[in-house]
Structures are given as structure tokens and as C-alpha cells.
């Protein structure tokens, strides 16, 4: 499999996840215009500002979020995100979605979006509990995922996200909306210790 911008150059779609890192999305969203200056171009950006990183571009009319919601193989949502973007790209993606069994939203283009606002405050507030010792990880993502209907708790999906992605959504929130979503000191000294979830075999839970 290669991954030179160039072999891109026939295609008509192009979405980019790369790491939650500004200067490397901006350098891959570069070289995929460059390389494929007709293509449109979809962002899976989960907190970052899309119109920002679409102003970068030539044709920011041709670029749109598609936020997929994790665990992105369970999960049936994907957030469209872009008010710059040209409505045939906003249908164009919203029938792609639709091809892939899944469900698409609209929201505005604000600090993590809907689903990433909702989700870290949920995990949070998890996280806080478990620090308080007001039940065990286990219990606290039992709680959600009966009483709530969740498929995966607050807890687990942050070990399957990456304590890491939490951490740095959490802390993009805590400037840009406010500090209520300041990451708790368990985050913090997980991610220091290297503890980034099922990537690392162990986060809040041991994989």
C-alpha cells in the first residue's frame, strides 16, 4: 500500500485521519489538494475547528468534516461538519454515509462539535467519579450501559479512543469553551505513564 500524496491524483473523495496533530493534518490536507486538486476532500477531525483547517486550502468549498463517531465499527454515527462547504459536497457526503449503513447529522462548526462535547463530559465526569471512589470502572460503565443504553461505557470507550485523543480533546474544550472541561488528575497521570488504553494494553482497563 502506498502513501504518496500522488496516488491519489484520479480520485473523486479523499478523507483524511491522520493523528490530532495541526501541523501534520495541515501538511496531509496540502498534499492531498495538491495532488488531487479536483477531489473533494473529507476531514475525520474530532474536535479541531474544520472551517479553520479548511481556510488553509485553495477550494475550502470543497472540504468538509466527517466526523465518525467512535467505536467507529459498532457506531452508526458521523457528524457533517462545515459552513463553508458547498451544499452538493453537504449531500454528496450525507449519501456516502448513508451507503455505509450509516446515519449522519449536521452540526455547526464548534469546539468539539456535538458528539465529542457530550461524550468527553460524560467521560469526565467518569473519571472523576472513579477518582472519588464512588463505584469501580466496571460499575460506573455498567451504570451507563443499562441504565443509559450505551453500547460501550464512558470508561471503556476512552480505552478504545485513546486516553491520549481524550486528554487533548479535553484540554482543546477547557480553552475554547470553558473549564469545566479541565481533565481530571487521572487522565493526567494515565497518560503520562503511558497507560493510553487498548493500544497500550492497559488504560482503565487491562486488554
Known amino acids: 500500500m502506498s502513501t504518496e500524496a500522488v496516488t491519489l491524483s484520479g480520485c473523486g473523495l479523499v478523507v483524511e485521519a491522520v493523528p490530532e496533530q495541526p501541523g501534520l493534518r495541515q501538511e496531509v490536507l496540502a498534499a492531498i489538494e495538491g495532488a488531487a486538486p479536483d477531489a473533494w476532500i473529507d476531514t475525520n477531525t474530532s474536535s479541531p475547528s474544520v472551517d479553520a483547517l479548511g481556510s488553509t486550502l485553495s477550494r475550502p468549498e470543497r472540504f468538509i468534516g466527517l466526523h465518525f463517531f467512535d467505536p467507529v465499527p459498532a457506531s452508526r454515527l458521523v457528524e457533517i461538519v462545515g459552513t463553508e462547504t458547498a451544499p452538493d459536497l453537504v449531500d ?3 449519501g456516502w454515509v448513508a451507503s455505509l449503513g ?3 447529522i449536521a452540526v455547526t462548526d464548534s469546539p468539539g462539535f456535538e458528539s465529542s462535547r457530550l461524550g468527553v463530559a460524560i ?5 472523576r467519579m472513579l477518582e472519588e471512589g464512588v463505584a469501580t470502572a466496571g460499575d460506573i460503565d455498567t451504570a451507563m450501559e443499562l441504565g443509559y443504553r ?3 461505557g464512558p470508561l471503556r470507550t476512552t480505552d478504545i479512543v485513546g486516553l491520549d485523543l481524550r486528554l487533548a480533546i479535553a484540554e482543546h474544550l477547557a480553552r475554547e469553551v470553558s473549564d469545566r472541561f479541565a481533565p481530571p488528575s487521572i487522565l493526567q497521570e494515565l497518560v503520562a505513564a503511558g497507560h493510553l488504553g487498548r493500544k497500550a494494553g492497559q488504560g482503565f482497563y487491562t486488554w
Not at 467521560?123 to 473519571?127: F, S
Open 92 to 94: 454528496h457526503s450525507r
Open 102 to 104: 450509516k446515519t449522519a
Open 150 to 152: 450505551h453500547p460501550v
Open 123 to 127: 467521560a469526565l465526569e467518569a473519571m
